[in-house]
T-cell receptor
Framework: AQTVTQSQPEMSVQEAETVTLSCTYD???????LFWYKQPPSRQMILVIR??????QNATENRFSVNFQKAAKSFSLKISDSQLGDAAMYFC???????????FGTGTSLTVIP | GAGVSQTPSNKVTEKGKYVELRCDPI?????LYWYRQSLGQGPEFLIY????????DSGLPNDRFFAVRPEGSVSTLKIQRTERGDSAMYLC??????????????FGEGSRLTVL
């Protein structure tokens, strides 16, 4: 079974600074998708960014970017110019190319300090 | 509606009771997922529907849990003889899956179940 590991239960960052959240995963597949989801307190989970494993270029969405290291099975999320609204739980997720099941990590709670 | 709707948002019940949790996905989304999220944990897969059929129910923990999606839209997660360990947030997500393409998940706000 695929596993997704987030080794940082909690992280904090000063407003306007940059923070990196770590994620590693275990798979024997060569084609798959990786995701970062954000879950604000008492609100629904939303997609932050996705990465296709066959793409070497790291995905970027405005202030959010990833560092995808396929050989190392690492998929970290970098948040630049952190804002108070970035405070949330962040979940890393994996999905096989041909599958429909998403596997989630245990999450990282991000605090943004004003 | 514009997003995934889940009802009730909160449900408190007594051990041994029967519970139904409802999910109304985004219109046109063929795929529907149920996840369970315990405090401090990530979402845990329960069941996946493609259309009306359960394409993958491997995550259902035991036969007390059952889900249906009779018309390929609204889904109901049913839990019989609830136990205190069933207390969790139950998340529903829908996705526009078509053929080999699997889209991103759109989540509802969840139904928090508390079993006393």
């Amino acid at each position: 079974a695929q596993t997704v590991t987030q080794s940082q239960p909690e992280m904090s960052v000063q407003e306007a600074e940059t923070v990196t959240l770590s994620c590693t995963y275990d798979t024997s597949e060569s084609d798959y998708y990786l995701f970062w989801y954000k879950q604000p307190p008492s609100r629904q989970m939303i997609l932050v960014i996705r990465q296709e494993a066959y793409k070497q270029q790291n995905a970027t969405e405005n202030r959010f970017s990833v560092n995808f290291q396929k050989a190392a099975k690492s998929f970290s999320l970098k948040i630049s110019d952190s804002q108070l609204g970035d405070a949330a739980m962040y979940f890393c997720a994996y999905r096989r190319d041909t599958g429909n099941q998403f596997y989630f990590g245990t999450g990282t709670s991000l605090t943004v300090i004003p | 509606g514009a997003g995934v709707s889940q009802t009730p948002s909160n449900k408190v019940t007594e051990k041994g009771k029967y519970v139904e949790l409802r999910c109304d996905p985004i219109s046109g989304h063929t795929a529907l997922y149920w996840y369970r999220q315990s405090l401090g944990q990530g979402p845990e897969f329960l069941i996946y529907f493609q259309g009306t059929g359960a394409a993958d129910d491997s995550g259902l923990p035991n036969d007390r849990f059952f889900a249906v999606r009779p018309e390929g839209s609204v889904s109901t997660l049913k839990i019989q003889r609830t136990e205190r360990g069933d207390s969790a947030m139950y998340l529903c997500a829908s996705s526009l899956n078509s053929g080999a393409y699997t889209g991103e998940l759109f989540f509802g706000e969840g139904s928090r179940l508390t079993v006393l």
